[in-house]
């Protein structure tokens, strides 16, 4: 619109010589802005309110304050104004050459006047410089959305459902070991389901940290090493990739104390040595190694994977520490009512 109005300078000066006041003119460039922007600020009310339930509809669960999300009459009245501002701005911008009206006429020439040269260049470099930003602001989040998903996650999240399970029972183990066994056999049952167990889930920022951890082999002794307490199950639901040994059985449950660790932690423990069969030992306890699964994220996806060990969950007194997370992968969709 502005850009249009620039060039207007002969017609204005027309209607001035044929009797037109300059008050008329600039009301008259003043509706045509307004008429543009409230136009424009209209429409994409009416795309907010349509597209905005749309957008919180698709939008994860889990998305802090994601039911407060609305468009309500803050945002039509903020509509408004900035609308009603920018056709008043570009309508006032607009009308200048009507209160400098030249002698000029149609057909005859004239010369430009170097401030509306620069007037139009510098709507264009604007113009530009607009286009520019959005371009590459747009390129970077699809950069950014592209590379976290092509992030390995270490398992498959596709088809698996997991819910939050309170340990309830304060400080009670057993019963809380229980409890949780009792629940994973019913989910077990239901149709659909592939796998189902119970740990910390990952993308969490849970889980409880060991220091003073010493690996057979490994004079070094470390510290911050993560343990979660998980059942049997937990990662056959999850769809983690085993790189050697093997997942925990129920089985494991009445022998002697056994773990999985993570590719970092194997890695970090004993190089390019086979870790199957290999102890770690933290807090008094020998604990020995049946398999390494692949590094799961914890936390942030841009986190890379910490050392961690996984224990069995009525192997642990980590079963306490925190929220767990009964997980399962289903070949269907299974009723959340009945489950």
């Known amino acids: 619109f502005l850009a249009h109005a620039s060039g207007r300078r002969d017609e204005l000066a027309t209607r001035t010589a044929l009797g037109a006041t300059r008050a008329r003119l600039v009301r008259q460039t003043l509706t045509e802005s307004l008429l543009v922007s409230l136009l424009g600020g209209g429409l994409g009310f009416l795309l907010a309110v349509w597209g905005v339930p749309l957008l919180v509809a698709m939008a994860p669960e889990d998305v802090p304050r994601l039911r407060q999300i609305g468009v309500d009459w803050t945002t039509f009245a903020f509509t408004a104004i900035v609308s009603g501002a920018v056709g008043m701005l570009c309508g006032l911008v607009a009308s200048m050459p009507a209160r400098r009206p030249t002698a000029a006429v149609p057909g005859s020439i004239r010369v430009t006047a170097p401030g509306t040269s620069r007037f139009r260049q510098g709507l264009t470099v604007c113009e530009i410089a607009l286009a520019l930003m959005l371009v590459v602001a747009a390129t970077l989040m699809v950069r950014t959305v592209r590379a976290l998903g092509a992030i390995e996650l270490g398992f498959d999240p596709a088809r698996v459902i997991y819910a939050e399970l309170p340990t309830t029972i304060p400080w009670n183990l057993v019963r809380s070991q229980e409890l949780h066994a009792a629940v994973i056999e019913r989910v077990k049952a239901l149709p659909g389901v592939r796998a189902a167990g119970v740990g910390v889930g990952p993308l969490s920022p849970g889980g409880m940290f060991t220091g003073g951890l010493v690996a057979a082999g490994n004079p070094r002794t470390f510290d911050m090493v993560r343990v979660d307490a998980v059942s049997p199950g937990y990662f056959e639901a999850l769809g983690a990739r085993l790189v050697a040994g093997r997942f925990f059985e129920s089985s494991d449950t009445s022998g002697p104390v056994v773990i999985l660790v993570n590719e970092a932690a194997a890695h970090a423990f004993w190089g390019d040595a086979d870790p199957i069969g290999q102890t770690v030992t933290h807090n008094n306890h020998s604990e020995e190694v049946i398999g390494v699964v692949a590094n799961l994220r914890e936390g942030r996806l ?38």
């Open 302 to 339: 841009e986190d890379e994977p910490g050392l961690t060990i996984y224990q069995l969950s009525n192997q642990s007194r980590n079963f306490l520490a925190g929220t767990m997370l009964i997980t399962l992968s289903t070949s269907g969709m299974v009723a959340a009512s009945t489950a």
